[in-house]
């Protein structure tokens, strides 16, 4: 019984979680197809490469040592897939390209209608996630094949290139009110607290002692955007996301503190003239 580069993905999978129904969950598969997929790697191996017990599962020898080398036999095909598919003269293909929903509201309308239209081969799946850094697990995973992050974790496994900057910082409407007032003593902040940029600041706001009377959070940007151009208070955005949004409606409050942002795009090393159409249009795109 013969195994694929499928079967090895989800049993780096098994091997990371240690838990086949949270594994089979992450893969989007049902258990009895991942338990198939670790059965045929055991019949091609020849030994059992889990420890099942009451308390979980566990590595066998042979299992950490598959484990430590899956990665390099799914590179190794990845890269021969790649010679194949690089030596037609079309670009052709299914990749998938992941980010943040507000990254993806200010980058992909802005090359993925033109890079369809100029490849009628190429197909692009895209999903977004709520943090860049699962963005780049997927990346590094083999789960999708690009991502387009802010501020990513260097990683050997990826090829980096920034794209561009952005700026994180407090907004408010143009019509300034007491809800959107820093002086007023009740003006309102909406952020989203999950992020690290938003912790930042929020943690500089307070050293500077800044009179604000309610936080509200809301994990979308472009609420935040939507509720500081309404005059409800002064909302922590990213300027792409705030000029996408609310352009003219709001602004950025110049005397409080900013973060600085790196866009960039992430993949693996890729030989495909698909995937080289892809990142070309991506980076003339995004800027």
């Known amino acids: 019984m013969s195994f694929s580069v499928f079967d090895l993905k989800y049993y780096l999978e098994v091997s990371r979680t240690l838990n086949i129904s949270r594994a089979a969950e992450r893969l989007g598969i049902s258990q009895p197809a991942l338990s198939q997929a670790i059965k045929r790697l055991e019949n091609s191996f020849g030994m059992e490469l889990l420890e099942r017990s009451r308390s979980g599962i566990q590595l066998t020898r042979a299992g950490q040592k598959l484990t430590n080398s899956a990665n390099s036999l799914i590179e190794d095909f990845e890269n021969i897939k790649a010679d194949i598919v690089n030596d037609t003269t079309d670009v052709t293909g299914h990749y998938t390209i992941g980010c943040h929903p507000s990254v993806a509201q200010y980058s992909v309308p802005y090359f993925l209608p033109e890079l369809l239209k100029k490849y009628p081969k190429l197909h692009i799946d895209l999903r977004h996630f709520d943090l860049s850094r699962t963005v780049a697990a997927e990346v590094i995973d083999f789960k999708i094949d690009f991502g387009i992050v802010v501020n990513p974790i260097r990683n ?25 007032d820093i002086e007023s003593g009740e003006a309102n ?22 009179k604000i009377d309610r936080v509200i959070t809301s994990n979308s940007l472009e609420v935040i955007a939507a509720l500081t151009a309404a005059g409800g208070g002064i909302g922590i955005i990213p300027s792409k996301v705030a000029n996408q949004v609310a352009a003219k409606k709001i602004e950025l409050i110049k005397d409080l503190p900013t973060f600085k942002d790196e866009i960039a795009l992430i993949y693996r090393p890729t030989k495909t003239k698909a995937a080289k159409a892809i990142i070309d249009a991506i980076k003339s795109a995004v800027v």
């Open 189 to 210: 902040l909406f952020c989203n607290d999950s992020l690290s940029q938003s912790k930042t600041l929020l943690a500089k706001l307070k050293q500077n002692a800044a």
């Open 156 to 180: 050997p496994d990826l090829v980096i290139t920034k794209l561009c900057d952005d700026i994180v910082g407090f907004w408010r409407s143009t019509k300034l009110n007491k809800l959107n």
